[in-house]
């Protein structure tokens, strides 16, 4: 397999009767762990549809590894895994009878189907458990299973809708390894779904925002966040002269330091981190002006603030506010906004 | 596929070595059998899923009791037959289909919400349609396995009836012909029963509901046209031939009363027949159009999901 481009869409549009859950989606996505990251309605699980080439689009072309979304649906599917959000496992057959079956259903041949499921199941963490009937499984042990049968025919790329609702913090660091490991150790690229955003900035290598069925933004995981390491520095007035601009002589002094500072609402300073110096900078210039330190904390962009940069409610938003652009020269519509605070829209 | 290098170096790794610590991901080089190879292993899945098979030890429990008290009377009847020399059997072989059909509506009832119901009900169905078949590909499977599995159900007492009879000495022509008879009913009852009961299934989730609406609508309509043929009789006992239309209301007399006419098995005009050559015709188109239609529901019904 030599496919440059996993999903390429082109004016991807899905209209229903009273939604149009797709809007002009024009993106690029390259092999490795990519998240597609929006609120609930956002458009997330009618782009996996199409992708899988079972829904048409109203307008707009599409690829999957490099086949048509329109005209090659079979095949799409037979190199594509699929993990749904629901659950969908039948209580009363166990993981190997199931994941067997699900192989079978992809074309392959009952021995090799076998051993597949046998080897999928041990590497997504299931051992002695797999002869029970599933309807005994844990959360987790159910979420592994349905990973299992998504990565039994080996597909080139799996779509993992939302694989960590509903699973505890351990469950959950759990399940992201298991999906990073599936591109770094098995070389399966991954489209993985979420709105918790946090969570993919650990995982992924890329991110596609949507909102509204429209394209928010698409780049690398690393822009996102590269320049967002910043320290949230508040202090208190001058005990003695109140006239004294506090905020003001801070961030002079730090200026003169040679770092970057932004006030940040009305008590808030924002310093860019340079370094592990950067914080005895601040500590060192707080002091030496006779101040109190309020707050010092490390504070970053959260991908999350993608989304408080634009209205989402807002149907009628200027066009230069949707960026077209794919890869990592996409458009930032939120590169002028500086942290809008630990406003973690995803993790409310 | 192409592993990135460090997978590539791992295997390689223990390989040298000779000592297998953890095998890594291996890829699949292997044929891919496609959709049509999909399709079938749908269907066998299904049929052994209809018997209980490949699940747990308790759902095998009611299909394998209709298999055994559908056959275990045409034991006895072969038995008798011979003890007695008859010259023919005493229950004809589409007959004895018809006289024990409140089984094959048990085992219909029963085994269709497993085929269509548990797939709705545990969100399995867009699972399939995430591989390679297509939905009409699922219900073709579904509907064939539900086929197959009544036939089964229904050939096992005819040839119960069929081989007793020909190692009891009975006469050979004769029977193997209404062996045949036989089967062309258990067919029909079977194509015909499958329809209607995957439609009734695959709109509810509900096994239950399922169970019950299989169970009603087969039976009150043959309660509905028992009576009605009933009515018409009248009070001179004097069955009329217009009497025999009461069969187009259900679908066990239709069946019976198409096969009773085409192979002139109505010996006295109370026996259940389609009342001459147009009645053979409506009969016919009545049982068309059931399948026809039942199917291109199930068709709409899987095109939303």
């Not at chain 1, 006030?263 to 002006?289: F, H, K, M, N, W």
């Not at chain 2, 009847?77 to 003890?83: E, G």
């Amino acid at each position: 397999m030599n496919v440059s481009t996993v999903i390429k869409t082109d004016g991807l549009t899905k209209r229903f009767p009273r939604v149009t859950a797709l809007d002009q989606l024009t993106v690029e996505v390259q092999p490795g762990v990519v998240g597609l990251v929006g609120a609930n309605g956002a458009g997330k699980s009618t782009l996996i549809k199409i992708l899988l080439g079972l829904s048409p689009a109203t307008s707009g072309t599409g690829q999957v590894l490099g086949l048509d979304i329109a005209t090659e649906g079979p095949a799409i599917r037979e190199r594509v895994g699929y993990m749904p959000e629901h659950d969908c496992l039948p209580p009363d057959v166990s993981a190997t009878e199931f994941v067997v079956h699900m192989a079978r259903m992809a074309g392959l041949p009952a021995a090799a189907a076998r051993e597949r499921t046998a080897d999928t199941l041990r590497h997504v963490g299931l051992y002695e458990e797999r002869y029970r009937p599933m309807g005994g499984y844990s959360t987790g042990m159910k979420q592994r299973v349905k990973l299992a049968q998504a990565l039994v025919h080996d597909p080139q790329l799996v779509l993992l809708d939302e694989p960590t609702n509903g699973l505890d913090p351990v469950g959950r660091d759990d399940m992201l390894a298991l999906i990073r490991r599936v591109y770094s150790d098995f070389g399966i690229s991954v489209l993985v779904t979420t709105h918790l955003l946090g969570e993919l900035e650990r995982t992924c290598d890329h991110l596609v925002v949507i909102d509204g069925g429209r394209l928010l933004r698409s780049s690398s995981t690393a822009s996102f966040t590269e320049m967002t390491q910043l320290l949230a520095v508040e202090v208190t007035d001058h005990p003695t002269d109140l006239a004294f601009d506090a905020d003001a002589a801070v961030r002079a002094r730090l200026t003169e330091a040679g770092l970057s500072v932004v006030p940040d609402g009305s008590r808030v300073l924002l310093v860019e981190i340079r370094d592990e110096d950067t914080y005895d900078t601040v500590r060192d210039t707080v002091a030496d002006l006779g101040l109190g330190l309020v707050r010092l904390e490390q504070r970053r962009h959260r991908v999350a603030e993608i989304f408080t940069s634009d209205a989402p409610d807002d149907a009628t938003r200027p066009d230069e506010a949707r960026p077209e652009a794919t890869g990592p020269e996409a458009t930032r519509t939120d590169e002028a906004r500086e942290a809008g605070g630990a406003h973690d829209v995803a993790a409310s | 596929m192409s592993l990135p290098p460090e997978a590539t170096a791992h295997r390689t790794a223990a390989a040298d070595s000779g000592v297998i610590h953890n095998i890594g991901y291996r890829s699949y080089q292997g044929p891919r059998l496609g959709r049509s190879y999909a399709t079938r292993s749908l269907f066998v899945q299904s049929l052994r899923a209809a018997y209980g098979l490949g699940r747990s030890g308790k759902s095998k429990v009611l299909p394998m009791l209709v298999l055994g008290v559908l056959g275990a009377p045409a034991l006895v009847i072969v038995a008798l037959a011979i003890l007695q020399h008859s010259k023919q059997l005493p229950l004809d072989y589409p007959q004895y289909l018809s006289a024990f059909s409140l089984f094959v509506v048990i085992f219909l009832a029963a085994q269709a919400p497993v085929l269509m119901s548990r797939d709705l009900r545990h969100q399995t169905v867009p699972l399939y349609f995430s591989r390679p078949i297509t939905r009409s590909d699922y219900v073709r499977a579904k509907f064939g396995a539900m086929v197959a599995a009544m036939m089964l159900l229904m050939t096992v007492p005819l040839v119960v009836l069929y081989v007793g009879s020909i190692l009891g000495g009975l006469p050979f022509g004769h029977n193997t012909g209404h062996f045949l008879y036989g089967l062309v009913a258990a067919a029909l009852y079977a194509v015909l029963y499958s329809a209607l009961g995957l439609l009734i299934a695959a709109s509810t989730p509900r096994r239950g509901f399922g169970v019950a609406a299989i169970m009603g609508v087969l039976v009150v309509s043959s309660i509905i046209a028992g009576i009605v043929f009933n009515l018409s009789v009248g009070s001179g006992g004097q069955v009329l031939d217009s009497a025999q239309w009461s069969a187009v209301l259900s679908p066990s007399t239709l069946v019976d009363g198409l096969v009773n006419q085409i192979f002139g098995l109505a010996e006295n005009p109370n026996t259940t027949h389609a009342p001459g050559a147009l009645g053979v015709v409506v009969f016919a188109a009545e049982i068309a159009v059931l399948v026809v239609g039942s199917y291109w529901l199930m068709l709409s019904r899987y095109r939303k999901i």
